[in-house]
């Protein structure tokens, strides 16, 4: 229903999965290049020392535990207690995505 409504996937990103599938199925190793566009509402959820972290896109700022942050960084702070690259703490980099593989 939802992809009734609002569209399916971009043609670019169909092609790029439709790759990284002939590529597996070859026994290949995939580096992934998809770029998305995160929009509001999005979730990122990370599991640290057995709890489960979500944090929320908000349309400017993103929200963990009822409160804004400016910046993933802070919350990955936060959850941490010491300094990491947000976005690479929530697996949003090629590093991040290479380290959990």
């Known amino acids: 229903m939802q992809e009734k409504a ?3 996937l ?3 990103l169909i092609r ?3 790759t ?3 590529r597996l ?5 995939i580096r992934t290049s998809i770029s ?3 929009r509001p509402g999005t979730q990122f959820i990370r599991e640290w020392h057995g709890t489960t972290h979500r944090v929320m896109l908000l349309d400017d700022s ?3 535990q009822d409160e804004r942050y400016g910046s993933l960084s802070k919350i990955a702070r936060k959850i941490t207690g ?4 947000g976005p690479r703490f929530f697996g949003l980099t090629k590093a991040a995505a290479g380290e959990a593989a």
């Open 25 to 29: 199925e070859k026994g290949e190793e």
């Open 16 to 18: 790029e999965i439709d």
């Open 36 to 38: 998305a566009t995160l």
């Open 82 to 85: 010491a300094h990491w690259s």
């Open 20 to 22: 990284m599938i002939r």
């Open 10 to 12: 971009p043609a670019k």
């Open 62 to 64: 993103y929200l963990y």
């Open 6 to 8: 609002k569209g399916g």
